[in-house]
């Protein structure tokens, strides 16, 4: 996705110790190719260098409002910007934000702006806590700011606890960035459920049966829908990567509880995307206790797990599109369709196991998307962003009667 290629992003950072993250953001955004303008407050200046910002984004950093020889300031970045992201945002600066203060060229710019604004709160759990900091906040979404919520994890001073105030990781600010500027409305008022990853079966209490899932294929799915505008569910099983900020997760360990989960999440639902890979084994008789070497090898008799996609049929709202996917070694294309008609699907992703470049863990993918009604496509190798992408053009097609 080059969504931000070109594009004007204002960042403005304020006096938090987080603010030397905010020196990642403006880089990956930078080496995205954006044409990011720094804005820092007085007090930021005091916890990083503004050369270090102008290094990393190759332009000048701002930070006076009253700046010789660059009188309206505020108004040219206001006007030349695509989107404010303010990260970190202090308790102090959401204050001033929430009031309508104009004191300081940050402020002012925000003020000025009709940009969408992104505010990334840092700061002590207790700060955050505060009932001030919390109607400063409540205000701001009012307002229509996106004000994402600080993450939970260790704070600046090793004598704090880890309650919530964490700025969230530069990786996920960009990719809101991203999504925010690349905004397409298809799925724009729906929601859509996606299943992810792997699926575990005890064996006994420490070990169980699963498979190579990584989850990437769904959550590029989950990702691709929300910048689309849907309301996405993501049902995962234990996942290698992380979540995509926005989406509702339900965390599932069995097949037998991501079946449970997918029929909870039926009602309301426009599209069921089934990327997760779930078991379709698992122990017959799984030990309460964990099973000791010390009494030899232990004969393992596996039984099938739910089938989701049969068992939940009946759940489906009506007009609800599923789309499931079918990873096979062999004849994919055969064996795809024949899950397509028995499954009762509208559309199936056919890809290889075992292939280079394709399937469980990689970053890339190769598959066939057959629509119930319709040929065979068969797609070159591409990022599981770009599959994304490419199922849920078909997936908009369909809701659209194309
Ligand atoms: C070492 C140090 C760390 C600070 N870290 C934070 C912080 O993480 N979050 C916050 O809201 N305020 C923090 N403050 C307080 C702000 O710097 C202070 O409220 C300041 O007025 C914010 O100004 P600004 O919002 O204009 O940048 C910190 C202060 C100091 C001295």
Request: charged share 20%.
């Amino acid at each position: 996705m080059q969504a931000i290629e070109g594009r004007r992003i204002l960042l403005g950072v304020t006096g938090g110790i987080a603010s030397y993250k905010t020196v990642a953001v403006a880089r990956q955004l930078a080496q995205r190719g954006a044409l990011v303008d720094v804005v820092m407050t007085r007090s930021a200046r005091e916890f990083v260098g503004a050369i270090t910002f102008e290094a990393v984004t190759g332009r000048a950093v701002h930070d006076a409002l009253i700046a010789e020889g660059h009188a309206l300031d505020h108004i040219a970045l206001a006007r030349e910007n695509e989107l404010v992201v303010v990260a970190p945002a202090t308790a102090d600066f959401i204050a001033r934000a929430a009031a309508g203060r104009a004191d300081d060229l940050l402020a002012a710019c925000l003020v000025a702006t009709s940009a969408p604004v992104l505010i990334v709160p840092a700061m002590n759990d207790r700060m955050w806590a505060h009932p001030q900091t919390t109607a400063n906040v409540a205000r701001l979404r009012e307002i229509g700011y996106t004000v994402l919520d600080p993450a939970v994890g260790p704070l600046a001073s090793p004598t704090e606890g880890a309650g919530p105030g964490r700025m969230r990781e530069p990786e996920e600010i960009v990719e809101i960035v991203e999504r925010t500027l690349s905004a397409d409305a298809s799925l724009a008022g729906l929601r859509v459920v996606v299943t992810a990853g792997p699926t575990r079966e005890p064996m006994d209490a420490v070990r169980f049966i699963s498979n190579r899932s990584s989850g990437r294929m769904g959550v590029a799915l989950a990702a691709e829908a929300l910048r689309r505008g849907a309301a996405v569910e993501l049902i995962a099983g234990p996942l290698g990567v992380p979540v995509p900020h926005g989406c509702a997760v339900t965390n599932v360990e069995t097949t037998g509880e991501m079946a449970a989960a997918v029929r909870d999440a039926l009602p309301g639902t426009d599209v069921l995307v089934m990327a997760a890979a779930p078991a379709d084994f698992r122990p017959a008789h799984p030990a309460v206790a964990k099973i000791k070497k010390e009494h030899g090898v232990p004969a393992l008799e596996l039984e099938r797990t739910t089938d989701i996609l049969v068992a939940t049929r009946d759940a489906r709202p009506p007009g609800c599109l599923v789309v499931g996917f079918a990873l096979e070694t062999e004849d994919i294309e055969a064996n795809a369709r024949a899950k397509l008609a028995a499954k009762g699907l509208d559309m199936i992703v056919g890809n290889p196991a075992g292939e280079q470049g394709a399937g469980f863990g990689s970053e890339t993918n190769i598959v066939t998307i057959i629509a119930r009604t319709g040929d065979a496509e068969h797609l070159p190798l591409m990022s599981k962003g770009g599959v994304a992408a490419a199922i849920l053009d078909r997936v908009a097609g369909l809701r659209h009667g194309r």
